[in-house]
């Protein structure tokens, strides 16, 4: 029995679920730690800078993430080598430019009126530094589906930070500074264990070539579209907001939005076990093969995240609280929460519409749909805030890019090979019914034994 456990314990998709839903819990007790320690405006400055942060990196992560798991899944083991030294030339330059940025822009921030800006203006090089080795260990055991691994990747990576955020707020040295100084040391150090352990693999960086080098960064200008469809609407808010309405406001729109996190769990893990079965379905030409995996893994999800959706809108009070302490019970965060989880459903057909456009060699749709969405997103919630003169306005105009982007995404897809959009909820449905038919029949021979 024990064995037969282990062996469910070790499946890829439980894996990856697993260490999203960690990182998750542990990035939610880091919230709940800093939430309490610092003021309302230092929180808000907070979430500027690492927003913006994450913002910048996506230039890197989706330059490469995406390429990488494509050249590298199922390939030679030279051609594996090829493509780990190429991504480390290809991440350093990226990582080097961004220095070159940091370098005048730290010289001149004396200038920057806005303290949100003169925080990230100061540390962004720095810490991009300290993580790249990680962030090249990150793809490698993505590539080799060794979720374990990247589990023990992303677990330090949070400990760490969460151990010195713990420190601070005991010994009442919590200030903002402190706390960049601990996300730098997090960053620093989990590279220096996945160096140890040999995951960063720096010794094949002899091993890249000229024509791999122009592979990846070809496919990448227009991956990295995708990586920005994750990241780029939440920090165009967060930039409005912060600018528009002040630190103060952005504090608790973003705690609204931080149970956020019960959808995108799902999301990422099944697009990191989904897009090496819709690589293989593509790469054997197999088109209807590639929409069927999609609308598997899509409608399913959808169906999955229907209770928790409604739990979260009818428990949201109770969540700000355990999170967010008393001092926010009765600002705006509660109904934040309430009103994104009613558009949320449509997160699913929007991510793996973009995950296939990527298989099937379409990633320029992506970069054009994510450009149209960016433009959307900004009216909206510029507008939104004109007219409610709240952090309302945002919420509200949140529904408008998701929309169109699973429209754009849908459009695309049809042209590739034809579907029905009710055609994914009904095959998730079918499949949540067959995974329980599964799991009862084993449960019962499990009884029986």
């Not at 034809?418 to 329980?436: D, Q, R």
């Amino acid at each position: 029995m024990a064995f037969h456990l282990l062996q469910k314990l070790k499946n890829r998709h439980f894996l990856s679920l697993a260490g999203n839903g960690i990182m998750s819990v542990l990035g939610m007790l880091n919230m709940v730690i800093l939430y309490r320690a610092l003021s309302v405006d230092s929180i808000g400055m907070w979430v500027f800078f690492l927003s913006i942060l994450l913002l910048v990196d996506t230039f890197r992560s989706g330059f490469l993430t995406t390429a990488f798991i494509k050249f590298y899944a199922g390939a030679a083991e030279q051609r594996k080598r090829d493509v780990i030294g190429s991504a480390w030339l290809i991440g350093g330059a990226i990582t080097g430019l961004l220095v070159l940025i940091n370098i005048p822009a730290y010289i001149f921030s004396g200038y920057f009126k806005n303290p949100s800006v003169v925080l990230f203006v100061e540390w962004f090089g720095i810490i991009y530094i300290a993580s790249l080795p990680y962030f090249i260990a990150s793809c490698v055991v993505q590539a080799e589906q060794r979720f374990d691994q990247l589990l023990c990747i992303r677990f330090f990576s949070q400990v760490f930070f969460i151990v010195f955020v713990m420190i601070m707020a005991l010994t009442h040295t919590a200030t903002l500074q402190n706390i960049v100084y601990a996300y730098l040391a997090g960053a620093a150090l989990t590279s220096v264990f996945t160096i140890v352990m040999g995951w960063a693999r720096i010794d094949n960086f002899k091993d890249r070539t000229r024509e791999c080098v122009k592979e990846i960064f070809h496919f990448g200008k227009f991956s990295v579209g995708t990586t920005l469809s994750s990241n780029l609407f939440g920090a165009s808010n967060t930039m409005i907001i912060n600018f528009m309405l002040g630190p103060a406001a952005l504090a608790v729109f973003n705690l609204g939005q931080r149970l956020m996190e019960i959808i995108e769990i799902p999301l990422r893990s099944f697009a990191a076990t989904g897009m090496p079965e819709l690589s293989a379905a593509h790469n054997a030409g197999d088109r209807a093969k590639v929409i069927e995996t999609m609308k598997r893994y899509a409608g399913l999800i959808t169906i999955a995240l229907l209770p928790a959706c409604a739990g979260a809108v009818l428990l949201a009070d109770v969540a700000i609280y355990i999170i967010g302490g008393q001092k926010y019970i009765d600002s705006e965060a509660a109904n934040i929460l309430r009103l994104y989880m009613t558009f949320a459903l449509l997160y699913p057909l929007d991510r793996f519409f973009a995950l296939t456009l990527d298989v099937i060699h379409q990633p320029q749709i992506n970069f054009v749909k994510v450009l149209i969405m960016l433009a959307a997103s900004v009216i909206a919630s510029m507008t939104g805030i004109y007219l409610t003169g709240n952090i309302y306005g945002v919420a509200v105009a949140g529904i408008v890019p998701t929309a169109i982007g699973t429209a754009i995404g849908y459009w695309a897809l049809n042209r590739f090979y034809p579907f029905g959009i009710l055609s994914v909820v009904t095959t998730g449905y079918a499949e949540a019914l067959n995974l329980i038919r599964l799991w009862w029949g084993k449960l019962m021979v499990d009884k029986v034994h």
